[in-house]
């Protein structure tokens, strides 16, 4: 997976390619520990082709820790990969886009 | 219907690209929608890390996938001779709760339970043996 970041002020966007599974999402989570002075955070999944449950583990944690302080916003998803969202329940807690 | 063909690996969690490359081998010969692929990638992944994580606490042990293809429906089955672990006891998490509520539990199993057509276990012999099948 490649994770790539661009911070502008308050907002990080995060774009993800290729697989969130369970051996790359300990990148993410990483990545995603430390959100402070993050107010908005994005999640450019466009180029993301495959999530497992550990995957979404990393994105509920962003979403609780950005619940506190900001937003977080979910973007370009393909078909598939929204269905896993439907089918986990996941669409109610993100704002996918 | 041809034989199932198997593998065989150390129940490690860095062994679970092998065995989806190895699920996909087999797969790639029948006619296999993209969503049925990844569905079947993503509950080959949950399983086999269910697998590494739990069924060899004091240890080290083994994982054997089987792979068929009969009549346009595969299956797939797991067998470790680990602590004997039913996956289909477990209560499904609420998955309609917010994000402050949720639990990080069970949701991997949830989703190979929500995307296959069937999921049996057994425990036999001293083995766990899990199977999950799916229209291709």
Do not use: W
Not at chain 1, 5 to 30: C, F, N, S, V
Not at chain 1, 68 to 93: C, H, N, P, W
């Amino acid at each position: 997976m490649t994770i790539q970041k661009k911070q502008d002020g308050g907002k990080l966007a995060i774009a993800l390619e290729g697989r969130l599974d369970t051996t790359t999402a300990p990148e993410l989570e990483a990545e995603v520990k430390e959100l402070g002075g993050v107010t908005e955070l994005v999640f450019d999944m466009a180029s993301l082709e495959y999530i497992s449950s550990a995957g979404l583990r990393v994105l509920l944690a962003a979403q609780k820790t950005m619940n506190k302080q900001g937003s977080m916003l979910i973007r370009g998803a393909s078909e598939d990969i929204k269905d896993i969202f439907d089918v986990t329940g996941f669409s109610d807690i993100l704002t996918i886009e | 219907m041809e034989a199932d063909k198997t593998i065989k690996v150390p129940a490690e969690l860095d062994k679970v690209y092998d065995v989806q490359d190895f699920v996909n081998s087999v797969l790639e010969a029948h006619d296999c929608g993209m969503k049925a692929q990844m569905q079947i990638e993503i509950a080959v992944e949950e399983l086999f890390v269910n697998i590494a994580h739990y069924a060899y606490p004091n240890g080290k042990g083994d994982a054997e996938i089987s792979v068929g293809v009969d009549d346009g429906v595969a299956s797939i089955t797991f067998r470790d001779s680990g602590i004997p672990y039913d996956p289909l006891a477990k209560e499904d998490p609420d998955v309609t709760k917010k994000a402050e509520d949720r639990s990080i539990g069970g949701l991997g199993i949830y989703m190979v339970k929500k995307s296959m057509d069937e999921m049996l276990y057994r425990y036999e012999d001293g083995h766990n043996i899990l199977t999950i099948r799916k229209k291709l």
